[in-house]
């Protein structure tokens, strides 16, 4: 069972940046891919991007390309950067690990709880 950990949320004010990290329990954590959700709320789980098992393939939401950066090494963390926040980015942001599948998809094996991050002015 692989247990994540995210960390690095908080106020952001208008405009700002912030570097989100997800820390496993495992060391074989390389072989998994790696993505990133968040959810407002009253809202769905909706994808934010995800980086897969060797770092070839970064797909990300309209919403956040042009102002995201998400890295990995092959320990056990992964990072998710957002530069120029919005409000309507106020969310909880997950993290989640699969070892196969789409990394797209939402049916990851194992998610973080989960790290909040409020953007306001």
């Known amino acids: 069972q692989v247990q994540l950990v995210e960390s690095g949320g908080g106020w952001v004010q208008t405009g700002g940046s912030l570097r989100l990290s997800c820390t496993a329990s495992?060391?074989?954590?390389?072989?998994?891919?790696m993505g990133w959700f968040r959810q407002a709320p009253g809202k769905d789980r909706e994808f934010v991007a995800a980086?897969?098992?060797?770092?070839?393939?970064t797909p990300a939401a309209d919403f956040v390309r042009g102002r995201l950066d998400i890295s990995r090494d092959y320990a056990n963390t992964a990072s998710l950067a957002i530069s120029d926040l919005k409000p309507e980015d106020t969310a909880t942001y997950y993290c989640?690990?699969?070892?196969?599948?789409?990394?797209?998809?939402?049916?990851?094996?194992?998610w973080g709880l989960g790290t909040q991050v409020t953007v306001s002015s």
């Open positions: 989640a690990a699969r070892r196969t599948g789409n990394i797209v998809d939402y049916d990851y094996e194992y």
């Open positions: 495992e060391r074989t954590f390389g072989t998994y891919a």
């Open positions: 980086i897969s098992e060797y770092g070839h393939d």
